[in-house]
C-alpha cells in the first residue's frame, strides 16, 4: 500500500521561511518524478513544482519562483520543498502527489488529475 505523508507547516510571518517534507512507502521512490501541490481556500489545487527522479530536472509554477526550491532525498525517501520571502498569498494547504510510470515531469506536470497517489497535506499560513 502506498503511502505519502507531508509534514513541515506552520504559521510564519511574511518573509519568513519554511521547508516542507514528504515521505513515502510502499513504492520504490526513486523510481518516480515528485510534484509539490497547493491549495488556498476557495482555490483549485494549483502544481507548485515538480523534480524528476534523479532530482536533476526541476520546474517551478511563475507563483513561486525564485522563492522556492524543491529537491529529493533518494535514500531517505523524502521530497524537500524549501520555501523563503512567504508572501500571505502562499497560505494554502501543501501536498506531495506521485505519478505511476513517471520518472520525469512532464509538460502535464501541473495537473493534478494525472496523479495516483497524494498525502493528506500540511498547512502553511503567512501573516502579513
Known amino acids: 500500500q502506498v503511502q505519502v505523508k507531508e509534514s513541515g507547516g506552520g504559521l510564519v510571518q511574511a518573509g519568513g521561511s519554511l521547508r516542507l517534507s514528504c515521505k513515502t512507502s510502499?513504492?520504490?521512490?526513486?523510481?518516480?518524478?515528485m510534484t509539490w501541490f497547493r491549495q488556498a481556500p476557495g482555490k483549485e489545487r494549483e502544481g507548485v513544482s515538480c523534480?524528476?527522479?534523479?532530482?536533476?530536472?526541476?520546474y517551478y509554477s511563475d507563483s513561486v519562483k525564485g522563492r522556492v526550491t524543491i529537491s529529493r532525498d533518494n535514500a531517505k525517501n523524502t521530497l524537500y520543498l524549501e520555501m523563503i520571502n512567504l508572501k500571505p498569498e502562499d497560505t494554502a494547504m501543501y501536498y506531495c502527489?506521485?505519478?505511476?510510470?513517471?520518472?520525469?515531469?512532464?509538460?502535464?506536470?501541473?495537473?493534478?488529475?494525472?496523479?495516483?497517489?497524494w498525502g493528506q497535506g500540511t498547512q502553511v499560513s503567512v501573516s502579513s
Open positions: 502527489a506521485v505519478r505511476r510510470n513517471y520518472d520525469y515531469c512532464p509538460a502535464s506536470w501541473p495537473l493534478e488529475n494525472e496523479y495516483n497517489y
Open positions: 510502499g513504492l520504490t521512490f526513486a523510481d518516480y518524478a
Open positions: 523534480i524528476s527522479w534523479s532530482g536533476h530536472f526541476t
